[in-house]
């Protein structure tokens, strides 16, 4: 777990120990990065993509934001919580953007970034004069990906290189405490990051930034769509999770899942008595029922449809999915079902509603989930 990142705290880190910040969309992803010593928790707009099965990053809005900082947030990490402003939030004018950004901050953010460089200054000082922290990024802008003409790497020649420099001091001027460089070369990114006094964290910017992001789901294997060249997976979730869920599936199908330790059961000295299908039955201590008369032919109980086996002469149903913790010894189960009913959950049309919801022949009812 890592210490509290405060805004002063990562601007200390310029040209320091780099600052390691993992994007991620939900509690228990943030708390995973929380307890892998993360400084940065960033909720990107690019959960449209990773996790709702967008295109592009422009489908989600101020409210989708908020739904997944505060999902983030109430993971309680000390890694510092920054939200990404979506498309359209921050565009028109200022005080709509301290509105929107005020949003994501109530929701549990502590910082918010924008996209774009010296035409977004106006918005930055509006958000710094609101005291809402801000991140800058610049290059690849997944907001802009139809002016781009998609997703393409950023600053390819001098003056392309030159005007991401010029912005990014811009930004710096403007007061962001932080930015973000994406899909630039990495000679470009190295020539950014000595212009301006801020840290720069890369994606798929080279190894000279200040700090490196990379998507949770992007890093430990757990995504399906096509990785940009910059990821590094440390993990195979994905493929860990589809084994299991088949493994899963494989138990269900053959009845090895689940097995006696997953299942509850009765104290070895409650007996109940009663019916058992058409007929009238006992269980003993074992918690199996030997039915001296007939069993219903679906072989339902208990609301499961668990079949009837039978041994010998007798047919006999296990009920070892009757629940624990009923305190008296016999259990007339006509009481609770309404005559020869067969075993179930109690009627209110068969079984009085009084005795059903609260004490009945010592029993409490609805601590035995009856």
């Keep these: ?35 892998a010593g993360v400084d940065l928790i960033l ?10 099965g967008y295109d592009d990053t422009l489908q989600v809005t101020v409210a989708d934001m908020a739904h997944h900082v505060g999902a983030v947030g109430r ?9 990404d402003l979506p498309w359209l939030s921050y565009h028109l004018d200022a005080a709509e953007t301290v509105r ?14 924008l996209e774009g460089g010296r035409k977004r200054v106006a918005m930055v000082r509006a958000l710094i004069d609101a005291e809402v922290p801000v991140m800058g990024h610049l290059g690849l802008t ?6 781009m003409g998609g997703f393409k790497v950023q600053g390819r020649d001098a ?14 001027d403007a007061g962001c405490f932080a930015i973000v460089l994406e899909g630039v070369p990495d000679r470009v990114a190295k020539m950014v990051s000595a212009a301006v006094a801020v840290p720069t964290i890369g994606i798929g910017a080279g190894p000279w930034c200040d700090g490196q992001v990379l998507v949770f789901h992007d890093l430990v294997g757990l995504g399906e769509r096509c990785v940009p060249k910059f990821v590094r997976a440390y993990g195979s979730l994905r493929a860990d999770g589809v084994a299991a869920v088949r493994a899963f599936a494989d138990d269900v199908r053959t009845g090895r899942f689940p097995a006696d330790a997953e299942s509850y059961h009765l104290p070895a000295d409650v007996v109940l ?3 058992v299908g058409a007929g009238s039955g006992r269980v003993d201590a074992s918690g199996r029922v030997d039915a001296s008369g007939s069993v219903d032919a679906s072989g339902r109980h208990w609301g499961a449809d668990r079949p009837v086996v039978a041994e010998g002469s007798d047919a006999v149903a296990d009920l070892d999915r009757a629940p624990q913790g009923v305190a008296h010894r016999s259990i007339d189960l006509r009481s609770v ?20 919801t609260g004490l009945y022949g010592g029993v409490d009812l609805q601590a035995a989930g009856l």
């Design 1 to 35: 777990m890592a210490d509290q990142c405060t805004v002063p705290a990562v601007r200390a880190r310029k040209g320091g120990l780099p600052l390691v910040m993992v994007t991620a969309y939900d509690a228990p992803s943030a708390r995973i990065a929380d307890e």
């Design 43 to 52: 909720v990107g707009d690019s959960v449209a993509m990773v996790v709702l």
């Design 75 to 83: 993971a309680r990490p000390p890694a510092r919580g920054v939200a």
């Design 100 to 113: 929107n950004a005020a949003v994501l901050v109530r929701a549990g953010a502590q910082a918010v970034k």
């Design 142 to 147: 997944p907001q802009s990906v139809h002016a």
């Design 159 to 172: 003056e392309a290189a030159r005007v991401l420099v010029d912005d990014a001091a811009a930004l710096a």
């Design 273 to 275: 008595t009663g019916a």
């Design 337 to 356: 079902t309404g005559g020869d009913a067969a075993i179930g959950r109690p009627d209110p049309e068969v079984a009085d509603l009084e005795e059903v």
